[in-house]
């Protein structure tokens, strides 16, 4: 059966073309104008994914993502976004949102960013082991090494139960997206080591944007306003020109 994709875009020139490009690629498409029309269709039938625009008239594709959300609708989320500032990508990752495309976009970036989106919800086996990759480690940093079994992750002070998909910083839970999950559970399964943009980019995107995006960058960004507490050590840091690496300081 071929995976549904329920678009919601007010500018009829790019719906229609985003319609039949999707189409093409062998998606099941729905494509609606506004806000309104996209939660009344994704309460009749929910879609495999979503691909809302940010600015549609009435309710938006930001209240659209929160709806959801607040309904506990986990249908991943991609956002067309016109907005370029890191604090307006934010909004949209604060809606709920699981990953977004700023326009202009390549049709290909969208394509990659949505089978991505759909591969991250199939069931997946998660195993004991590191998940890293041979040659993905560029370096390793002194420290405890992290506790992993099929359930759980203990590293760096956080808690991470994989089958709830919850993660605690010491009592505290932490409220994440999908994305924000994955991206600390691959950062505290290889706590102590670093990890380059590449190799993140493969592991929670399945591609690699190239040296020119700032996705990583904002995800981090907001990863670390969910995981620092005043007075305690920051737990992800970046080791300039190489990647990122979780410890504690």
């Not at 390549?106 to 394509?111: A, H, K, N, Q, S």
């Not at 670093?194 to 907001?222: C, E, M, Q």
């Amino acid at each position: 059966m071929p995976q549904t994709v329920l678009l919601a875009e007010d500018d009829r020139a790019i719906r229609h073309a985003l319609e039949r490009a999707l189409t093409l690629e062998g998606y099941e498409v729905t494509a609606v104008a506004d806000g309104v029309e996209a939660l009344a269709h994704a309460h009749r039938t929910a879609p495999d994914v979503l691909l809302l625009d940010v600015m549609m008239p009435g309710i938006d594709g930001l209240q659209v993502c929160r709806v959801l959300r607040a309904e506990g609708d986990r249908t991943p989320i991609l956002m067309l976004t016109a907005l370029v500032e890191t604090a307006d990508r934010i909004a949209g990752l604060d809606a709920g949102a699981d990953d977004y495309v700023v326009k202009p976009f390549d049709v290909e970036e969208v394509f990659a960013r949505l089978r991505a989106l759909l591969r991250r919800t199939l069931p997946v086996t998660t195993g004991g082991g590191s998940a890293t990759a041979p040659g993905a480690a560029t370096a390793v940093e002194p420290g405890r090494e992290p506790l992993v079994s099929d359930r759980q992750i203990e590293a760096a002070g956080l808690r991470m139960d994989l089958q709830a998909r919850r993660a605690w910083r010491g009592r505290r839970e932490l409220e994440l997206t999908r994305t924000e999950f994955e991206l600390l559970e691959l950062l505290a399964r290889n706590a102590g080591i670093v990890l380059d943009h590449s190799t993140i980019y493969d592991r929670i995107w399945g591609y690699d944007f190239g040296p020119g995006s700032k996705n990583l960058a904002v995800y981090v960004g907001y990863l670390r306003r969910k995981l620092d507490e005043p007075g305690a050590p920051q737990l992800i840091h970046t080791v300039r020109g190489v990647g990122y690496v979780l410890r504690e300081d």
